[in-house]
């Protein structure tokens, strides 16, 4: 018997399927021909600058038209990878959110969490910069989406608990972590006029500079980090702030508790590194009592 002749709409989706296929193999060679910012080191140059900026446009449309295809055949391996690259040569302009959206398509929920806090602290670190509430508005969006198996009361207690004691000192988070139990104190400490201080602890040289050598960043960050630590309380918590800076959240001191605190952080630093000296600024976040 004859074969019925295949339908209008078929024939379409076919041709448009062909004409997809070979615009995404041409989309990934031109995305893979882009290795970063043209002439970087020349840019002063008008003429230079100019095609940086073009090919820099063209690289972005390349990207947000081979992301649409993608998305539109559910290929989110294919949209991680595109993510990727795209974060590798072109940081800093957050494509970090496709890369989050491929994982919470595919329900990796705990890598995509992992994710959000770090690119929060990877922009802090390495720009000293917070990401735009554009790209934290895409990344709490995919978080809201995240969908998380039924549980019991208590198995999702003992998830949330630390898993093993932890050493003595305050509690080290991640920025953004950070700043949701800022955002939470403040509510609480209105109804129940606790007094909480911030303190911000930065690291400056000898001449009250901040601290330039890469070398030296490193290693009185990691020292700085460890002070801070051992020097508040276990209910005390502190996060990074960027490359040369510590948040630290002190919680139903007085005032003159904080410069007692700034006093014990910078003794303990000042014996490992007796040329570096941090500048301390406290605030307090609602009420002195």
């Known amino acids: 018997m004859p074969q019925e002749p295949e339908s209008a709409e078929t ?20 995305l893979y021909l882009y290795k970063g910012e043209f002439l970087a080191a020349y840019t002063g140059e008008t003429w230079i600058a100019q095609e940086a900026r073009r090919y820099h446009t063209m690289f972005e449309k390349i990207i947000n ?12 391996k294919g949209l991680e990878k595109l993510g990727v690259y795209a974060a590798k040569v072109d940081p800093f ?3 970090e ?12 929920y705990e890598e995509a969490e992992e994710l959000y806090t770090d690119v929060v602290d990877y922009y802090l670190r390495e720009c000293g910069i917070y990401p735009s509430s554009k790209l934290l508005g895409i990344l709490e969006k995919y978080s809201n989406q995240m969908n998380h198996a039924h549980e019991i009361l208590e198995n999702i207690q003992e998830g949330m608990n630390e898993q093993e004691e932890t050493e003595r000192g305050g509690y080290f988070c991640s920025y953004p972590v950070f700043r949701g139990i800022y955002q939470a104190s403040i509510r609480i400490m209105k109804r129940t006029r606790v007094p909480v201080y ?10 009250d500079r901040q ?4 070398t030296k960043i490193n290693k ?19 996060t990074s702030y960027g490359k040369v800076q510590f948040l630290i959240m002190l919680i139903g001191l007085k005032r003159e508790d904080c410069e007692i605190v700034k006093k014990r952080i910078n003794r303990q630093f000042a014996k490992k590194n007796p040329r570096a000296a941090e500048k301390y600024h406290v ?5 002195e009592l």
């Open 11 to 30: 024939v379409c989706d076919e041709q448009t399927k062909e004409i997809e296929d070979r615009l995404l193999e041409l989309y990934v060679k031109a």
């Open 220 to 238: 009185y960050s990691r020292q700085l980090k460890k002070c801070v630590g051992e020097s508040i309380r276990y209910s005390d918590i502190y």
């Open 211 to 214: 601290v330039q050598s890469e």
């Open 198 to 207: 911030l303190m911000l602890c930065t690291l400056e040289d000898e001449e």
């Open 97 to 108: 959110e496709l890369i989050m959206e491929a994982m919470v398509e595919t329900r990796r």
């Open 65 to 76: 038209e081979a992301a649409y295809i993608l998305r539109k055949r559910k290929q989110f």
């Open 93 to 95: 302009n957050e494509w």
């Open 283 to 287: 605030n307090s976040i609602v009420c």
